[in-house]
């Protein structure tokens, strides 16, 4: 059972086009992590929300936690092609203690 | 600060072959994860450990084993590797935050 499910899977887009990706969970988490991965590396965290309703933006990527805390969104407004990669949400929740529940992805692909 | 380090980057194993991968971090970060990723999917959690000598498992841990005897160094073993095992590990490190920071990744595929 996928705990977070993420949409759209994959998403190739246009320079200068917006977009938004969608994670989603019938489970509330204490905290929200969206990461963006690249090609041959690790994941690099972007931001954490931990607050119903909390909006955070980071230059022209907007991070929004869900009010019931059960889902998240990421929105990229004018999108370049170094933003593409992997985007990766994760949950945190009280009951798993330390451990984080990722979703799988959403694979982005920014032409210029 | 080097951050989460793994070795080795890649490795080719035989079947029922043994190896560790190896993970250090010099943060001073109680919390490690083992992850593995598999191709076009996301992360899933292999063990974990909160502080030195404690360790646990997560998701998918047949196959593999760990220890934790200092708070830098977290190796994954495994005992017989198997084709199923082939996929890309990454080690994780966090503080008492949330965050987690992530190793390059060991790429192994196991023939």
């Known amino acids: 059972t996928q705990l977070l499910e993420q949409s759209p899977q994959f998403l190739s887009i246009q320079e200068g086009e917006n977009l938004t990706v969608y994670c989603n969970s019938s489970?509330?988490?204490?905290?929200l992590q969206w990461y963006r991965q690249e090609p041959g590396e690790g994941p690099v965290l972007l931001v954490t929300?931990?607050?119903?309703?909390e909006v955070k933006k980071l230059k022209r990527l907007t991070f929004q936690f869900g009010d019931a805390r059960k889902d998240s969104s990421l929105h990229i407004t004018a999108a370049q092609p170094g933003d593409t990669g992997l985007y990766l949400c994760?949950?945190?929740?009280?009951?798993?203690?330390?451990?984080?529940?990722f979703g799988e992805g959403t694979q982005l692909t920014v032409n210029p | 600060n080097a951050g989460v380090t793994q070795t080795p980057k890649f490795r080719i194993l035989k079947i029922g072959q043994s190896m560790t991968l190896q993970c250090t971090q010099d943060m001073n970060h109680n919390y490690m994860y083992w992850y593995r990723q598999d191709p076009g999917m996301g992360l899933k959690l292999i063990y974990y450990s909160v502080g030195a000598g404690i360790t646990d498992k997560g998701e998918v841990p047949n196959g593999y084993n760990v220890s934790r005897s200092t708070t830098e160094d977290f190796p994954l073993r495994l005992e017989l590797a198997a084709p199923s095992q082939t996929s890309v590990y990454f080690c994780?490190?966090?503080?008492?935050?949330?965050?987690?920071?992530f190793g390059p990744g060991t790429r192994l595929t196991v023939t």
């Open positions: 489970s509330v988490f204490s905290s």
């Open positions: 994760a949950g945190g929740r009280e009951t798993s203690g330390s451990r984080l529940t």
């Open positions: 994780a490190s966090r503080p008492h935050s949330y965050e987690q920071y």
């Open positions: 929300v931990v607050t119903g309703g």
